[in-house]
């Protein structure tokens, strides 16, 4: 399998990426592509590399993406991962800078060049990037084998009452690869919110005695310790990107169903809301695998194993 994450890391991005670097070579992992979402695109860049640099893997290239959603203005979520993103968890400074090439430009020639192999794309933040990639080139979609992406949910929201924040961020991007014809894995809400950082799992990521036990730790406290995440969820935090690169190290986390998606983009009310036809209702292309269950001990199993692994 090739693979490339696109993210805007993000203390739950920065968790998935530790699992994709412990459980993937570079000749798997082909890169890291940035975007704006939780944080501006510069600030995630430099996260990025930072991680890099905290798994002794800074070879894996890291390419900037866009600033700016497709056609709307950026709304950030520094109030969930801090200023600098990371929640002030300390990841080495980057010895390396990103490459010189830009996010869209490097998929497009990624998917151009490797139209025999088919590349998967996991998708940790707004669909800006893959995107735009699709609305300039939509033949490329036949080059992904699939997009595993973390964003929306079936009936309720983490920003608005029914949108979650990498949908709502970049509706338009959300409904081109929506509608893109490429295999979609979705892990929304539905499934991030049934695995919770529970006292006695962070004490077995702290028992690996690594400094990425204690870095996931301080991530996922962080989060943990808002208002809004201990008044839904007193017994710890939700590690919502952690699921689609543990989906990669294995596919049995979670199940779930072919059903069709779309995304609300005109609707001030509801905008960036997933429409999920959980009822299969709707007659209209079945053009999603949305998963609705997972096994939530075998999610933190693989965050100690990467724990012990980096
Ligand atoms: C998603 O939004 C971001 O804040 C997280 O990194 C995650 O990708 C959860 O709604
Ligand atoms: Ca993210």
Redesign the pocket.
Request: charged share 20%; no cysteine; aromatic share 4%.
């Given at each position: 399998m090739k693979f490339i994450i696109d993210t805007?890391p993000?203390?739950?991005?920065a968790v998935a990426i530790l699992i994709a670097l412990a459980h993937f070579t570079d000749d798997e992992l082909l890169a890291l592509t940035t975007v704006s979402?939780?944080v501006n695109v510069d600030v995630g860049t430099r996260n990025a590399l930072r991680i890099l640099e905290h798994s002794n893997r800074n070879n894996i290239p890291v390419y900037k993406g866009e600033a700016t959603p497709l056609s709307r203005d950026l709304l950030t979520?520094e109030w969930?991962?801090g200023t600098d993103g990371l929640n002030g968890v300390e990841f080495p400074e980057p010895s390396k800078s990103e490459e010189p090439l830009g996010a869209v430009d490097y998929i497009t020639h990624l998917l151009q060049k490797n139209s025999q192999e088919k590349i998967t794309i996991c998708v940790?933040?707004p669909m800006t990037n893959i995107g735009k990639v699709l609305i300039q080139n939509p033949e490329l979609a036949e080059n992904i084998e699939k997009i595993i992406f973390?964003?929306g949910g079936a009936g309720f929201g983490?920003?608005t009452p029914v949108a979650?924040?990498?949908v709502l961020v970049d509706p338009e991007a959300a409904k081109i690869v929506l509608n893109s014809g490429v295999k979609l894995v979705m892990m929304g809400?539905d499934v991030?919110h049934q695995a919770i950082s529970t006292k006695e799992r962070l004490n077995k990521i702290l028992e690996t005695g690594t400094v990425t036990g204690q870095h996931i730790v301080g991530l996922m406290s962080s989060l943990a310790e808002l208002d809004v995440v201990k008044e839904k969820f007193p017994d710890g935090t939700p590690v919502?990107?952690a699921f689609v690169t543990a989906y990669l190290v294995d596919n049995t986390l979670t199940t779930g169903e072919l059903t069709n998606v779309e995304v609300e983009v005109d609707s001030d009310l509801t905008l960036g809301q997933t429409v999920v036809d959980t009822n299969h209702i709707s007659g209209r292309n079945k053009n999603v695998f949305w998963m609705n269950k997972v096994d939530d001990n075998k999610l933190f199993e693989i965050i100690k194993n990467t724990a012990s692994k980096i």
């Open positions: 805007d993000g203390t739950d991005d979402g939780n979520a969930v991962h940790l933040g973390m964003g983490n920003h979650e924040f990498n809400l991030t919502h990107d």
